[in-house]
C-alpha cells in the first residue's frame, strides 16, 4: 500500500578498520582485513503489516519510517598464502541493533542475520588452471517486524574450475549450491537449487 508519508533515511556511519600483512612482498603470508562500525539511522524505512482499507481482516505490507536505529558490529576477513598452489580465505561479520525509539510497535528488523559467514579455498594444481571450493552461511532472521516467523539459516556450497589461457583469457566452470539446498531469502520465495555455469573472461 502506498505511504504519501513516507520520509528520507538520514544516517551517520562511523568506523574503525585495519589492515595488516606478515611475509615478504613477494609471497605474503598472512593479511588481515578487520573493522568495527557502528550506524545511527534516523528514519529508518521498515515494512510492516496494516490493515487493509477496503477489506480490514486482512492485512497488507506498508513502507513506514522509525523514529531512530543503531547498528553496531564487526567484520573479520583474514586472508592465507601457503605457497605457491594454495590459498584461503574467510569472511565473517557479527551485526546487531537497537530499535531505539520507535512508535509503531516494530520489535525485529526484517531479513536481518546476526550471523554471515564467506570462506574459500584456491588451489592450483598446474600454473594454468585453478580449483576454487567456497562455502557460505547466513544465519536465522525474521520475515516480519513483529518477530513471529522467524525464517531458518541456511548453508551453501559452490565449485569453480578456471584454466588460464594465455595470459589473457580465461575459461571457467562452476557448480552453484552444490548440496541443491533448500534455502529462502525471502519469506514463501524459494532460490535455486543447484546450477551450473560456463564463463569466458578477455583482459587487455
Given at each position: 500500500?502506498?505511504?504519501?508519508?513516507?520520509?528520507?533515511?538520514?544516517?551517520?556511519?562511523?568506523?574503525?578498520?585495519?589492515?595488516?600483512?606478515?611475509?615478504s612482498p613477494e609471497n605474503i603470508a598472512f593479511t588481515l582485513n578487520t573493522a568495527l562500525y557502528y550506524s545511527v539511522i534516523n528514519g529508518?524505512?521498515?515494512?510492516?503489516?496494516?490493515?487493509?482499507?477496503?477489506?480490514?481482516?486482512?492485512?497488507?505490507?506498508?513502507?513506514?519510517?522509525?523514529?531512530?536505529?543503531?547498528?553496531?558490529?564487526?567484520?573479520?576477513?583474514?586472508?592465507?598464502?601457503?605457497?605457491?598452489?594454495?590459498?584461503?580465505?574467510?569472511?565473517?561479520?557479527?551485526?546487531?541493533?537497537?530499535?531505539?525509539?520507535?512508535?509503531?510497535?516494530?520489535?525485529?528488523?526484517?531479513?536481518?542475520?546476526?550471523?554471515?559467514?564467506?570462506?574459500?579455498?584456491?588451489?592450483?594444481?598446474?600454473?594454468?588452471?585453478?580449483?576454487?571450493?567456497?562455502?557460505?552461511?547466513?544465519?536465522?532472521?525474521?520475515?516480519?517486524?513483529?518477530?513471529?516467523?522467524?525464517?531458518?539459516?541456511?548453508?551453501?556450497?559452490?565449485?569453480?574450475?578456471?584454466?588460464?589461457?594465455?595470459?589473457?583469457?580465461?575459461?571457467?566452470?562452476?557448480?552453484?549450491?552444490?548440496?541443491?539446498?533448500?534455502?529462502?531469502?525471502?519469506?514463501?520465495?524459494?532460490?535455486?537449487?543447484?546450477?551450473?555455469?560456463?564463463?569466458?573472461?578477455?583482459?587487455?
Open positions: 500500500m502506498p505511504n504519501p508519508r513516507l520520509g528520507p533515511e538520514i544516517a551517520n556511519h562511523f568506523e574503525l578498520g585495519y589492515r595488516g600483512s606478515i611475509g529508518k524505512i521498515v515494512t510492516v503489516e496494516w490493515p487493509r482499507p477496503d477489506y480490514p481482516s486482512s492485512t497488507t505490507n506498508v513502507a513506514r519510517n522509525l523514529d531512530s536505529t543503531a547498528f553496531w558490529g564487526f567484520e573479520l576477513a583474514p586472508e592465507f598464502t601457503w605457497n605457491s598452489y594454495l590459498n584461503t580465505g574467510l569472511a565473517f561479520s557479527w551485526n546487531q541493533y537497537t530499535i531505539t525509539h520507535s512508535q509503531l510497535g516494530v520489535n525485529v528488523l526484517t531479513y536481518y542475520p546476526e550471523f554471515t559467514l564467506n570462506g574459500y579455498v584456491v588451489i592450483k594444481s598446474v600454473k594454468m588452471l585453478s580449483i576454487i571450493p567456497r562455502v557460505e552461511y547466513t544465519g536465522s532472521r525474521y520475515a516480519d517486524s513483529e518477530g513471529k516467523y522467524p525464517l531458518d539459516g541456511y548453508f551453501l556450497a559452490h565449485l569453480k574450475v578456471g584454466a588460464d589461457l594465455g595470459s589473457h583469457f580465461t575459461v571457467s566452470i562452476g557448480v552453484e549450491n552444490i548440496l541443491d539446498t533448500y534455502y529462502e531469502i525471502r519469506q514463501h520465495s524459494p532460490m535455486a537449487g543447484r546450477s551450473f555455469n560456463v564463463s569466458f573472461t578477455a583482459r587487455y
